[in-house]
């Protein structure tokens, strides 16, 4: 498979956007509320029409190993990893193989870099590494590119992430993750780093989802090509809930303010689906999705 018909797989035909769901947050931080049963979290993918969920290599094993069968959604297999038990968290080591990706049939490859540590030089050169043999079997690689932690409202803050954008872009990367700078104007600034799609990264969770949803919005104004969010997902209250608002602001381009209403009123609304098993039974109960199938 070409790496072309990778890319269209996990970017919407009609949105050209997509929303991924990063859950390896396990490794690093341990058995996080939201991400304990992989079945669950690929059900919630389905339902939504998630582009992709991005985990390590024996997660997605378990999720293939359910009941619940990944249509619709594809995986992409992350090849970083640190632990908070470490001294230095920051070191990203490269824990699988660009062969394994192939191998479990992941539709694309994620990196994680961390700029301005003592080890960003031996993460970059992976990142570079993995691009070229990436490259020479058509996968496309996620640059999961992430600045040291400061304001982002400041100047030098939203010139370390276009910078970032534009590392990953020059290193071989075929989309990259990064922060999202304080203000549109920003934002735009830092999508125009170099001609690579860019997705917000989500952070840490947020108690104002106002404001977080107006954020995305700034985003997908300023030219961001889509989300990837996972704490802000997985360990919201109602994640479903706000699956559906953030699927709304990305392939709907609804307004800040009508993905805050969607969802708070999600709540008091009946399930779109039940649990499904068979892809053609439950697609065929996504009336409120289906343009988006």
Not at 178 to 206: C, D, H, K, N, Y
Request: with cysteine; aromatic share 6%.
């Amino acid at each position: 498979m070409s790496k072309l018909l990778r890319l269209s797989k996990i970017f919407h035909p009609k949105s050209g956007r997509s929303f991924m769901l990063p859950v390896d947050h396990g490794t690093t931080y341990g058995p996080l509320n939201g991400i304990s049963s992989m079945p669950d979290l690929l059900r919630m993918a389905n339902r939504f029409r998630l582009q992709a969920i991005i985990a390590h290599k024996g997660a997605i094993r378990r999720a293939l190993e359910s009941s619940e069968s990944p249509w619709g959604t594809e995986f992409i297999l992350h090849l970083s990893a640190s632990t908070q038990m470490s001294p230095d968290m920051s070191r990203k080591q490269i824990v699988s193989t660009v062969r394994h990706g192939l191998q479990i049939g992941a539709i694309g490859l994620s990196v994680h870099i961390n700029l301005g540590v003592p080890q960003e030089h031996e993460m970059l050169r992976d990142l570079g590494l993995i691009c070229d043999e990436a490259y020479a079997w058509g996968l496309p690689v996620l640059a999961m590119m992430n600045v040291p932690d400061e304001d982002l409202s400041d100047r030098a803050a939203t010139n370390k992430i276009a910078h970032a954008v534009r590392i990953a872009g020059e290193l071989g990367a075929d989309l990259v993750k990064v922060q999202t700078p304080a203000t549109p104007q920003r934002a735009a600034e830092a999508v125009a780093a170099f001609t690579i799609p860019v997705l917000m990264a989500g952070g840490s969770s947020v108690g104002d989802k106002l404001a977080f949803f107006r954020g995305v919005r700034d985003m997908l104004d300023a030219g961001g090509k889509g989300l990837c969010i996972g704490r802000n997902l997985f360990e919201d209250s109602r994640p479903d809930d706000m699956c559906r608002a953030l699927g709304d602001l990305v392939h709907r381009d609804c307004s800040a303010e009508e993905a805050y209403e969607t969802y708070l009123a999600a709540a008091s609304r009946m399930p779109l689906i039940a649990k499904q098993t068979e892809p053609d039974s439950a697609a065929a109960q996504f009336d409120t999705w289906e343009e988006y199938a």
